[in-house]
């Protein structure tokens, strides 16, 4: 019986071409033509008033939080029940992290509960767009502008997926808030390995985010022109991306529509088969202002006990499900300096969450085998 792994990576066959031209080109370094031409795809494509490649959603992150200027004593509101990242990118600017608990209906920040987590030291909320599902962008838009504070969308997750507010007009996700981080790590629907990228909805920071990416040079106008020497001129580091990487990124980038395509059947296909079941977990959960962009099929078990059992019970029959995030709030790390409220629904996502093997060479048959060994559990 074939063994069924979790992910695995998709080529789409350019991707050693691309990095071949840009190695030919003889600039392999950042900002090379690669770059460019992946900077022009999201912000023609999406809308986002500015684009870098950083190497990684991390790096975008790091940035978000030296642009906005965080400093120790700030507190910048988020998810528990996300990736670290999130997090460790204002920690190391000084923040106090303000964990916020998920929805009942969806892993998401519920954002009901986050107007009474603002205080006068609130600087920002990091809303993450779980699996791809917006969050109520409105709502979130709505108090960053009666408090006065900035939205990062943590948009790792959410490339091709779009948001409806009350305007009615769809907008993709990552084009809403000040900031933006998307990742392209192996794991995402379009990757480069590692890889990341930094969207900036507001001119303000035009200027500033090139220089933090650039070691705290004005580098990047040098290269355009503007300036004729470069020099240090803020704080920043290296987060761009070798165009190398890049050169991988647009193969998968220029096919987005094919990829989308294919992990949107597959989910389709698991909800279809699944929809049985639904007494016995919960199926993942649109609302109606969010769009499904098939990063992940998760289910939600009953407790601890059962979800530990199901994934044995599927890897004993060669499927490879995982779980993931255990609660930023009760880490070893953050867990001793948290003292806000018990957030029990990122609790029963922490025990009960897992997800199945969703990637673009899956089959049809892979799929109807996972359900099967799933109904016998
Ligand atoms: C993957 C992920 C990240 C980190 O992305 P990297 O590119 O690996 O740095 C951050 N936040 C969320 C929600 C993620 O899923």
Request: aromatic residues 12%; hydrophobic residues 40%.
């Amino acid at each position: 019986m074939a063994h069924i792994p979790f992910n695995k990576p998709y080529l789409t066959g350019k991707e050693v071409d691309y990095i071949y031209q840009a190695v030919q080109s003889g600039k392999i370094s950042g900002d090379g033509m690669f770059t460019k031409k992946c900077h022009e795809f999201f912000e023609k494509k999406y809308g986002f008033k500015k684009c870098l490649l950083t190497s990684s959603c991390t790096d975008a992150l790091e940035m978000a939080a030296i642009l906005l200027n965080i400093a120790p004593g700030d507190e910048v509101i988020m998810p528990s029940y996300t990736f670290v990242s999130t997090a460790t990118a204002f920690v190391l600017r000084g923040a106090n992290i303000i964990f916020c608990d998920s929805r009942s209906d969806h892993p998401g920040m519920d954002e009901d509960q986050i107007e009474q987590l603002i205080t006068e030291k609130t600087k920002a909320i990091v809303p993450v767009h779980y699996a791809g599902v917006a969050c109520d962008m409105d709502k979130i838009m709505d108090l960053a502008a009666k408090y006065n504070l900035f939205v990062v969308e943590d948009a790792a997750q959410a490339v091709e997926a779009y948001y409806t507010g009350r305007d009615g007009i769809k907008k993709p996700l990552g084009s809403i808030g000040h900031l933006a981080a998307f990742s392209f790590h192996e794991t995402k629907n379009i990757m480069s390995g590692e890889g990341g990228m930094l969207a900036i909805n507001d001119e303000r920071f035009f200027e500033r985010a090139e220089v933090i990416r650039e070691k705290g040079t004005n580098r990047s106008k040098f290269f355009r022109g503007e300036v004729d020497k470069y020099g240090w001129c803020d704080i920043g580091s290296s987060f761009l991306p070798a165009d190398i990487i890049a050169a991988f990124l647009y193969a998968q980038v220029e096919n987005v529509e094919d990829i989308q395509r294919k992990r949107i059947s597959l989910w389709n296909q698991y909800m279809e088969l699944l929809a049985p079941l639904k007494d016995r977990f919960s199926l993942p959960y649109i609302p109606s202002f969010a769009t499904n962009n098939a990063h992940m099929f998760y289910l939600v078990g009953n407790d601890l006990a059962d979800r530990t059992h199901i994934i044995d019970h599927l890897k004993k029959n060669g499927v490879n499900s995982v779980y993931h995030y255990l609660s930023l709030h009760k880490s070893p790390y953050y867990g001793p300096k948290y003292h806000g409220k018990e957030l029990p629904q990122t609790d029963r996502y922490t025990d009960c969450l897992f997800r199945l093997p969703m990637f673009y060479e899956l089959t049809e048959a892979d799929v109807v085998k996972v359900v099967e060994t799933l109904k016998s559990a």
